[in-house]
């Protein structure tokens, strides 16, 4: 499949969960006298919910028109130069996260084996949409990796080239919005300078303070 083309693909369901078999049944012979431990000590559901909000919490707004686009990258075929072998498995991952992330109510789009270059200008394109009324927005990279580096079909590319289109400074419609990276590459950390998160006068005084957040506040990599 030519990557250079965009080609997006919508995954199927398959059937290798029909071909796997269960070596042993689960065994819930302890877990049955904890429930009744539960019940014993008068361990409720509310005493627990309780003590769970007696601890402060960040929860980001979601109350948006959609969750948001996530864009799934899955390099499978390597070029020769590279040394890079062929990623077998690769597509049922994809498959996978492509079920998972459309069952919670992303807008999922699939790019198959893409070079350097398409996956810069497939994040760059994503990055210059208005995600006014989304909440959030996640990419997932499915390919080869070292420290720092993923790669594209035809060679490596910096990782943090790939996110920097969404720092807070470049992707205004997303700032204060949970921006999702799932990568197969190891990431460095730097600090940087921030970005205002909201406007102001320009003779502010300490009792009106302007505050900044960082630029690339709001990403979860894992």
Do not use: W
Not at 41 to 54: A, E, F, G, H, L
Not at 69 to 96: P, S
Not at 184 to 191: I, K, N, P, V
């Amino acid at each position: 499949m030519a990557d250079d083309q965009g080609c997006v693909e919508e995954q199927g369901l398959g059937d290798s969960a029909n071909e796997d078999s269960v070596d042993a049944k689960p065994d819930r012979s302890s877990f049955v006298p904890f429930l009744f431990s539960m019940k014993k000590k008068n361990v409720s559901m509310q005493s627990i919910k309780t003590t769970r909000d007696r601890v402060p919490t960040y929860q980001y707004n979601m109350n948006f028109e959609k969750l948001g686009k996530c864009i799934i990258i899955n390099n499978k075929n390597f070029d020769k130069v590279t040394g890079m072998g062929v990623r077998n498995g690769t597509d049922k991952d994809a498959e996978a996260l492509f079920k998972c992330f459309r069952s919670l109510g992303f807008d999922v789009i699939v790019y198959n084996d893409c070079s350097c270059a398409k996956m810069q200008d497939l994040l760059k394109k994503a990055s210059e949409e208005d995600h006014t009324n989304a909440a959030c927005f996640a990419c997932i990279l499915l390919s080869h990796g070292e420290e720092n580096l993923i790669y594209g079909k035809d060679g490596v590319t910096p990782i943090k080239d790939l996110t920097a289109h969404f720092r807070g400074d470049r992707c205004k419609t997303l700032l204060e919005k949970p921006k999702l990276f799932f990568i197969q590459a190891c990431r460095g950390t730097e600090l940087d300078d921030g970005i205002q998160a909201d406007s102001g006068p320009i003779n502010d005084t300490d009792a009106n303070p302007r505050y900044k957040i960082p630029v690339e506040a709001d990403f979860l990599f894992a």
